[in-house]
């Protein structure tokens, strides 16, 4: 039962019963929106930081101590900016576009259990929603590219489409061994069936996990929809004001999501010793998305159809085959030796790993998929 | 059922984040396949070849600063070298080695802005071009030191260089070449085994040895497509005949080859300061030259290896105080004549890092 369960069951002793069923429903509103807000204003400090420390500069350090406020007077710069309209976009479409992307992200930390009943909604199908939910927002960056009526956004809008299509697939796949090995799509039930955090068990399922919701998030080296040399800002190149601020918040609240997801499902959620377990989370999502900052900051971008190979040539049959093994050792390794998959798939995705990187390589030169 | 497809023609810059300054692309698509481009350049146009009929020779000296303003200090020392050859002025040693140790550290510098912006072309957010310019920065501080300026520095005269260095030039110029080696490694160890770079340069953008002899290219563009051809070892200008150094070649004429290039040009660009800082001399830094030069009638072509490639100064004088005819050799218009051969048929993020690998700088190429 989560504690809005017992919110409900609490003020139903005292207060009619529409209360009892409204009042926890905004409380676990304005709880979660508040934990999404005030995370991306963390994680875009926290970026900008690391950026600028692996950039040998200092990043922000002015407004407030080490900088911290520094997104707070970004976000007011944004909020001041004019909303230009181009006068040839599509204007409904144009306008609706942000909401679109990012209400979806909103949705998908109904089900992101911060510790032990601290759920919005535990629903006995969440990674499943998740799944569905999240890929929702593609088509309001579709929108986005197509009603601004600018030559960028629509090839950047053409990009995404591809790339979010070809990424869902390996990233489900390896979400499917998880559901395997718990036998649940509970987000909680995924947390606490790790007595070993799923990132030992399945450590190609989680390189596989990582690497989709990096394409998926739109992050680097997997950028090309936002691809700043390229196509100088992708589907939101017409955007300014409070509507580029949505997605903006979109694209960090994307990445929490998803780094939320991925210490949900590898790295045992909110479990840990001596600390109290909502620290746990939180240093979990930190230690994740400073990987992927990390990898931003090193990394170069991959060409469209490098980036398409990497997901159907590589990523797609690494992820069918660690289904399969996992579904071999549920079905015949013996439950008393919880570390004995451990040790297996970690051969397995060593093995594999290599032969890919022998078998497939990028494709310098032209390459038509 | 086919679609019904028509390529696109988008516009890239002059406003955009890759094209070095204010170049303009006029590109026609299909899809993402770049199916013809057409180069617009001007918008940086000054008329400096103009602008030079009507100043004397020395107060030329500024105006060749705002050429390629990342190498100013080559443009310099190619002008002065043209109205030398003019005037038949002979130039005092210790002049002739700080004009080799400038030419030499700007050349390191302009690699580093080029291999830097590439990389930044290639996606990697700003990362290798602020290591590299934690090293420029150094190099620009000795610049300051030597002329007071940082980015159009006006330092060599004709007869020599405006101001001897000052004492603490040369410490602070030893310890950067005794560093660099050590940073090239470090850039090396970020960037020349990263799979995805070798993915994306790899076999991009080729300039065959034929067409890149055909149109004149020269510099690493010219390099990278297999031709050793560099005029500090050519045809030795100054006193670079004096110096021991390697003329590196790539191979395939690729973008991965063009980068190669440039890492390795610095290489041997940190050997030749060394010979120069351990053999340079005392005396005078600059020749008894009249304040107002009337070089006697006659033409002369002066070419010096720049960091972009051959950079030539052709001079018509009247024996009057300015010349009858200034007109510059810009290497890097003449690379860019080869942009539509090499990116034809390739995508849009190819167009980008080949346009990038050409490393252009449009003060020179608008003049």
């Given at each position: 039962m989560t504690l809005l369960e017992h919110l409900r069951l609490w003020l139903a002793m005292t207060l009619p019963g529409w209360a009892a069923y409204v009042i926890p429903a905004l409380v676990g509103i304005v709880v979660m929106l508040g934990f999404v807000l005030t995370m991306v204003i963390v994680l875009i400090w926290y970026e900008r930081r690391l950026l600028g420390r692996f950039q040998i500069r200092l990043g922000p350090n002015r407004l407030g101590p080490e900088g911290i406020f520094q997104p707070l007077a970004t976000a007011l710069k944004v909020l001041l900016k004019e909303d230009i309209v181009p006068s040839k976009g599509d204007r409904i479409v144009h306008w609706l576009a942000p909401v679109v992307v990012f209400v979806p992200i909103l949705l998908i930390f109904a089900v992101v259990p911060l510790w032990q009943g601290a759920v919005l909604a535990d629903l006995n199908v969440g990674i499943f929603y998740v799944v569905a939910i999240s890929s929702v927002s593609v088509v309001g960056v579709y929108m986005a590219g197509w009603g601004s009526n600018n030559k960028y956004a629509l090839i950047a809008a053409l990009r995404t489409v591809a790339q979010m299509v070809s990424y869902e697939l390996p990233v489900v796949l390896s979400i499917l061994g998880v559901v395997l090995m718990v036998g649940s799509l509970s987000m909680t039930a995924i947390v606490e069936a790790q007595s070993i955090p799923f990132i030992l068990v399945q450590p190609l399922g989680f390189i596989i996990f990582f690497l989709g919701a990096v394409a998926e998030m739109n992050r680097c080296p997997f950028d090309l929809l936002e691809a700043d040399s390229e196509i100088v800002a992708g589907y939101h190149i017409e955007y300014s004001g409070m509507k580029f601020a949505m997605f903006y918040l979109g694209e960090y609240g994307h990445a929490l999501a998803y780094s939320c997801i991925i210490a949900t499902l590898?790295?045992?959620?909110?479990?840990?010793?001596?600390?109290p377990p909502v620290v746990w989370f939180l240093v979990k999502i930190m230690a994740i998305f400073f990987i992927i900052v990390w990898m931003r900051s090193t990394l170069p971008r991959l060409r469209v159809d490098q980036l398409m190979a990497f997901a159907w040539k590589a990523l797609l049959p690494m992820a069918i085959i660690n289904l399969f093994a996992v579904a071999a050792e549920v079905l015949?390794?013996?439950?008393?030796?919880?570390w004995l998959p451990v040790a297996v798939n970690f051969a397995i995705a060593g093995v594999l790993i290599v032969l890919w990187s022998r078998l497939f390589s990028l494709g310098g030169g032209r390459v038509e998929v | 059922m086919a679609l019904k497809t028509e390529p696109i023609v988008l516009n890239i810059g002059p406003q955009h984040p890759s094209t070095h300054g204010v170049f303009r692309m006029k590109v026609t698509l299909d899809g993402e396949v770049v199916v013809d481009v057409e180069p617009v350049i001007g918008y940086l146009h000054r008329g400096i070849e103009k602008l030079a009929e009507g100043r004397t020779y020395t107060q030329n000296i500024p105006l060749t600063d705002r050429l390629d303003y990342l190498a100013s200090m080559t443009n310099n020392l190619a002008y002065v070298l043209a109205v030398e050859k003019l005037a038949g002025i002979k130039v005092p040693e210790r002049a002739e080695y700080l004009r080799v140790i400038m030419a030499e550290m700007m050349r390191i510098s302009s690699h580093l802005m080029a291999v830097g912006f590439f990389l930044n072309d290639l996606g990697a957010m700003m990362t290798p071009v602020l290591y590299m310019w934690r090293e420029r920065e150094k190099i620009i501080d000795l610049f300051e030191m030597v002329c007071g300026q940082r980015l159009t520095y006006n330092y060599m005269r004709t007869g020599g260089v405006s101001q001897d260095i000052p004492e603490e030039f040369l410490p602070a110029l030893k310890r950067f070449v005794a560093e660099m080696p050590g940073y090239i490694d470090e850039y090396d160890q970020l960037l020349a085994e990263n799979e995805i770079l070798l993915a994306r340069t790899k076999g991009v953008g080729v300039l065959s040895r034929e067409l890149a002899i055909n149109i004149a290219a020269s510099g690493p563009v010219l390099r990278a497509s297999g031709v050793e051809f560099d005029i500090r070892r050519a045809d030795p200008y100054s006193i670079y005949d004096r110096f021991d150094f390697d003329v590196p070649a790539g191979e395939a004429g690729d973008c991965y080859d063009r980068y190669r290039v440039r890492i390795q040009e610095m290489k041997q660009s940190v050997r030749i300061l060394g010979q120069a800082i351990a053999r340079l001399p005392g005396g005078e830094v600059c020749a008894e030259v009249p304040q107002l030069l009337r070089p006697p009638a006659g033409e002369v072509y002066g070419r010096i290896e720049a960091p972009k490639g051959e950079l030539g100064f052709y001079l018509v004088s009247d024996n009057s105080i300015a010349p009858y005819r200034f007109h510059i050799r810009p290497p890097e218009l003449i690379n860019l004549t080869a942009l539509k051969d090499m990116v034809v048929g390739w995508k849009v993020a190819d167009l980008i890092i080949i346009f990038g690998s050409l490393d252009v700088c449009l003060g020179e190429i608008d003049r």
């Open positions: 590898f790295l045992g959620g909110w479990q840990g010793p001596l600390l015949w390794l013996p439950q008393t030796l919880p | -």
